[in-house]
């Protein structure tokens, strides 16, 4: 019998992750926040994966966090911000070889989990695919893309990866995965922050681009100095490539701002910001476009943290 998959968080890549490994016959448990919650996902009798317009639902079991089962391998797909405290929730089930893949965005949630529990192996992911929630325990497959996996402290790969095999998740693991993690930060600082304060599609920074061109230059010039010289390489030509190829999309953080929830503002321009400050780095545009962003955030109400 295989080792089950955990799925903490039912956000869009969370489930995107669980219907296809369910798909492919490997046991999936999905964990919920609560009963309340539990007892909406049972009655909706599993999570639904939309692809090419097809609608298939899988009846991957759900649990809440409680739930005696001990845990051996635990996808962490929640936001950034929530991942520490979820996962300090689960400690007491995970068992002494536990392994917890960490599907966030950005930086510094890693390091807290790792921190929290660290008798478990932790592994870092960084994935371009694209999915969307159009329902509760519905998610739309938008965009084919890749999943790199890694652990800096131990960079063996682990054997479970015949499983993303098995369910078509593409993925490579890599033995640099902190690079993978600096420049998907890097590309993400340069552009969700701007959709938000412009109020745009990806594509709309096309017309900003002196702005884009300033805030690469000075990414580019931390990544250098974290020592993170091939994460900084062509930045701002692969920041507007993305541009361009995801120009009718918007931005997750966009998005969160569209519907009122919290950003995850703290581990991607919060991190860098606080990098630079720590290695005595200058970087005026970047601390600016935080400080506008932080006011923005606060007329609206929401949080700036």
């Not at 939309?50 to 089962?69: F, M, S």
């Not at 536990?98 to 192996?121: F, M, T």
């Not at 932790?122 to 998610?139: H, L, N, Q, Y």
């Not at 739309?140 to 960079?155: E, M, S, Y």
Request: with cysteine; charged share 20%; proline share 5%.
């Amino acid at each position: 019998m295989s080792t089950p998959w955990h799925i903490l968080g039912a956000g869009s890549l969370g489930t995107l992750w669980a219907t296809r490994l369910a798909r492919a016959g490997l046991p999936v448990r999905l964990i919920v926040r609560d009963v309340t919650r539990l007892h909406s996902y049972n009655a909706a009798d599993g999570l639904t994966l939309v692809e090419n317009g097809q609608a298939n639902t899988y009846a991957v079991p759900g649990e809440t966090p409680d739930n005696p089962e001990p845990i051996r391998r635990l996808l962490v797909a929640c936001k950034a911000y929530d991942a520490e405290n979820a996962v300090a929730r689960l400690a007491p089930r995970l068992t002494p070889d536990a392994e917890i893949i960490l599907l966030q965005n950005g930086l510094g949630s890693q390091d807290a989990v790792a921190a929290r529990v660290p008798h478990a192996r932790c592994i870092s992911a960084s994935s371009t695919e694209g999915a969307f929630r159009d329902g509760d325990w519905r998610v739309v497959f938008a965009g084919h893309g890749f999943t790199w996996l890694g652990d800096a402290a131990h960079p063996v790969a682990p054997i479970w990866l015949d499983d993303l095999e098995a369910a078509k998740i593409p993925h490579e693991w890599s033995t640099d995965i902190l690079t993978r993690l600096w420049r998907k930060l890097a590309l993400n600082c340069a552009i969700n922050p701007l959709t938000v304060l412009h109020n745009c599609r990806n594509g709309g920074l096309q017309a900003h681009h002196c702005e884009v061109a300033t805030l690469c230059a000075e990414l580019a010039e931390l990544l250098q100095r974290c020592g993170q010289p091939a994460a900084a390489e062509n930045l701002q030509q692969e920041v507007e490539r993305v541009i361009q190829a995801t120009a009718a999309n918007y931005s997750s953080m966009y998005q969160d701002v569209a519907n009122q929830r919290r950003t995850e503002i703290s581990y991607l321009l919060g991190h860098a910001c606080k990098v630079a400050a720590r290695h005595q780095l200058n970087l005026p545009h970047l601390n600016q476009l935080q400080q506008r962003l932080i006011a923005h955030l606060r007329s609206l109400g929401l949080p700036s943290d």
